[in-house]
């Protein structure tokens, strides 16, 4: 598509429930980033796929997060037993990644999940 | 480790004026800067992308500058307009060997107001 793709774009969800945010990244962009913001903080790096392989979750927050993607192209973030902390604005981005880093990133809307 | 900071966190200034954002960064070896905008409850829109060889960019009524042996950038914005209040946020590509994965490192973001 021409932009990145975020589904659904808020979500309520009750303490202790599973949630799965998607991410639809331009086509042809092999990198792929989750990221968080939560109320009145920056944005928080979560995970980085280059194709369908993750090389760096190093943000991920803790074991009950969890991402993939397939077919180098969609991307899930789960979220289990959530928890109110878990509140934010996921943000989804994606990027060109031949030949080093020289390009720019392209965000999605974001998910802004509600954990009640 | 990266850091990014912006200076100030917050900018209320009368349409019209023009006005210069501030942005740090520890380490120089980037491969790039990019500012983003956000506005409220909405995902990040590029606004302007600096390669590091490169010392400034334009688009429109925005100018960018990098100097990257002292860690700087600035987004100077002409004649501001109630329509340029948001968040501007300033990111780094970190370059490098060891952390390749090209991951953005965020400043906290200042907040802009334009008064009409």
């Known amino acids: 598509g021409a932009g990145v793709s975020q589904s659904p774009s808020n979500k309520v969800t009750e303490k202790g429930k599973d949630v799965e945010l998607r991410c639809d990244p331009i086509?042809?962009?092999?990198?792929l980033y989750w990221y968080r913001q939560s109320l009145g903080q920056g944005l928080e790096f979560l995970i980085y796929?280059?194709?369908?392989?993750?090389p760096d979750k190093s943000g991920l927050p803790s074991d009950r997060f969890s991402a993939e993607r397939t077919g180098g192209s969609v991307s899930t973030l789960t979220i289990q037993r959530t928890q109110q902390e878990d509140s934010a604005v996921y943000l989804c981005?994606?990027?060109?990644?031949?030949?080093?880093w020289g390009n720019g990133y392209t965000f999605g809307s974001g998910t802004r999940l509600t954990v009640v | 480790k990266q850091e990014v900071t912006q200076i100030p966190a917050a900018l209320s200034v009368p349409e019209g004026e023009n006005l210069v954002l501030n942005c740090s960064f520890t380490?120089?070896?980037?491969?790039?800067l990019q500012w983003f905008r956000q506005d409220p409850g909405k995902g990040l829109t590029s606004l302007l992308l600096?390669?590091?060889?490169?010392r400034e960019q334009t688009s429109g009524r925005l100018n960018a500058s990098l100097d990257k042996s002292s860690g700087r950038s600035t987004l100077y914005i002409a004649a501001s307009q109630p329509g340029d209040s948001a968040t501007y946020l300033c990111?780094?590509?970190?370059?490098?060997?060891?952390?390749?994965?090209?991951?953005?490192?965020f400043g906290q973001g200042t907040t802009l107001q334009v008064k009409p």
């Open positions: 981005a994606s990027s060109l990644a031949i030949r080093g």
């Open positions: 380490d120089s070896a980037i491969y790039n």
């Open positions: 600096i390669q590091s060889s490169q």
């Open positions: 990111a780094v590509r970190l370059g490098g060997r060891i952390s390749n994965t090209g991951k953005l490192i």
């Open positions: 086509s042809g962009h092999t990198a």
């Open positions: 796929f280059q194709g369908n392989s993750a």
